[in-house]
């Protein structure tokens, strides 16, 4: 048998073994739906008077526990399929290679731990906050009554957390293309007005808060953002 051949039976065996895996950890998921669920609402109802959400399809509620063990399910079991898959191909790999590539993967598993408990406890509960808490100003003609839904929530917060993932991964995914020499430090410099613009626009976006917030905000980006290009420069020229 050759070892091409023993390197795809090995690789088969991964494969299934991450398909089962997968499907393990979802139905252990699936006995815990009630407080996954929770997790996701605990820090709205906080911060909030809501004591309950409806929803108006009979389905409805299986389908959001069916996605959420889906999202869950993966989101847990990701780094150790990328362990699993890494050391398969570790050995054809340089030693500087590899360390490499696990300080990375180390760098990007606390990053998302992080992302995750930020966004999702931090910023989207304040954001649905700042929208719930908008009153109608003419109260004495008529009133309005929030009766919050569930799938619209879920939605919400889901939808959220993409865009906002996005806005975080973009300095990180310039970083890799500017230390992997893809693109050059002289690109940010050339449009840094676009990458100003840029800021402004997505702190109005995602944020809630006042003017003056908004522009100590816009503030502490635009240090990270200079002293990022700085050290960039300083290091390409004295080769630190």
């Known amino acids: 048998m050759t070892y091409l051949k023993l390197h795809f039976i090995e690789l088969k065996y991964n494969i299934f073994l991450s398909i089962f895996s997968y499907f393990f950890l979802f139905f252990i998921c699936s006995l815990y739906s009630d407080q996954i669920i929770f997790l996701f609402i605990k820090s709205l109802f906080k911060l909030t008077n809501l004591k309950y959400f409806i929803y108006t399809d009979i389905t409805e509620f299986f389908f959001i526990n069916f996605f959420l063990l889906i999202f869950f399910s993966f989101y847990i079991l990701f780094p150790f399929i990328f362990i699993q898959f890494w050391y398969f191909f570790s050995k054809g790999f340089f030693k500087k290679e590899n360390i ?40 004495y003609i008529f009133n309005f009554y929030l009766e919050p839904k569930l799938y619209n929530y879920f939605y919400f917060i889901f939808s959220s957390y993409i865009y906002i993932y996005i806005v975080f991964l973009y300095p990180i995914i ?18 840094r007005k676009l990458f100003y613009f840029k800021f402004i626009f997505l702190i109005i976006i995602l944020t809630t808060f006042e003017i003056y917030n908004q522009f100590l905000i816009f503030i502490c980006f635009l ?12 290091y390409k020229r004295y080769k630190i």
């Open 174 to 191: 310039i970083y890799y293309l500017i230390n992997y020499k893809i693109i050059n430090i002289n690109i940010l410099i050339f449009f």
């Open 100 to 139: 490499k590539i696990i300080k990375n993967f180390i760098f990007i598993l606390f990053f998302n731990l992080f992302l995750f408990y930020f966004i999702f406890i931090k910023i989207i509960p304040n954001i649905w906050i700042y929208f719930f808490n908008i009153n109608f100003s003419n109260n």
């Open 223 to 234: 240090i990270i953002f200079e002293l990022f290009i700085y050290l960039n420069l300083y």
